[in-house]
């Protein structure tokens, strides 16, 4: 039980297209977006802001930025100028391994807020690529310091989005370190059904949409691995898999299973 809980505790103009590595990635701010009637609002940097400072809020994101999949949004090494929110879609973060492999450090989706990983050595550490057609608001990091000063609710919600991320690595770390395949497995199907609850989707069926090949890398398990538990929850009637469709039939066993010491 212990597992499972600290597991479980981001004027109108043309789309006109961004220069140099981002050339894929087009601006859709048209008409300026509006921060106070967005429906992503309670996830997001300016979450019950002051009203006072509502009129500041709406001059927060820079821009709309749509993603095509495969597009990659910001690279490891680059430098740290601005946050990210994630409207639509959804995005992975994949850290460069010592031994050269990608590593995917993490799936993001809409409601998300991404690029905190720049923030302490103003470079980014990772790189964000879209799993899916996604649209993502660019929120300068000098606009929210400017805010911050005027808002402690900005504030706040800026000290807890740095302490949610913290939290998040470790919850990793331990799930990596203390949990077989088949629980790493089962924590990452039930956390993934909280969120899209939280967002107001079904938590017991959803698309994944990542690749069995990307949950493997995020979970420090093989291709093979995955396929085989995913098989084996299905032949079990715990959940029923069809394509990257998971339908969750019996999350009283996929909790229990995270439970056993076994």
């Known amino acids: ?63 709309r930025i749509r993603m095509r999949k495969g597009d990659t949004l910001f690279r490891s090494g680059e430098k740290f100028t601005t946050l990210y929110a994630i409207r639509l879609g959804s995005v992975k973060t994949v850290l460069l391994a010592e031994d050269g492999r990608d590593q995917v450090a993490g799936f993001h989706m809409a409601g998300d807020v991404i690029g905190t990983d720049g923030i302490g050595s103003e470079q980014h550490e990772c790189q964000a690529i879209a799993l899916e057609d996604t649209e993502v608001c660019a929120i300068p990091y000098s606009r929210i310091e400017e805010l911050e000063h005027a808002s402690p609710q900005v504030l706040r919600n800026m000290h807890r989005m740095l302490a949610d991320e913290i939290g998040r690595e470790r919850r990793v770390m331990l799930m990596l370190g203390t949990l077989r395949a088949d629980q790493r497995l089962a924590v990452f199907l039930i956390d993934l059904a909280r969120r899209y609850h939280a967002r107001g989707y079904s938590s017991s069926e959803y698309v994944l949409r990542m690749t069995r090949d990307e949950i493997g890398s995020f979970l420090g398990l093989k291709l093979e691995t995955v396929s085989r538990l995913l098989s084996r929850l299905h032949r079990e009637g715990v959940i029923q898999v069809q394509g990257r469709i998971i339908k969750i039939l019996d999350p009283v066993a996929l909790k229990r299973l995270v439970e056993t010491s076994a």
């Open 1 to 63: 039980m212990d597992a499972l809980a600290a597991f479980s505790n981001t004027v109108p103009h043309s789309d006109t297209v961004i220069p140099a590595a981002k050339q894929l990635l087009r601006d859709v701010s048209a008409p300026r977006p509006n921060c106070t009637t967005c429906n992503m609002l309670q996830w997001c940097i300016p979450a019950g802001v002051e009203p006072e400072n509502r009129r500041a809020v709406d001059q927060l994101v820079a821009k």
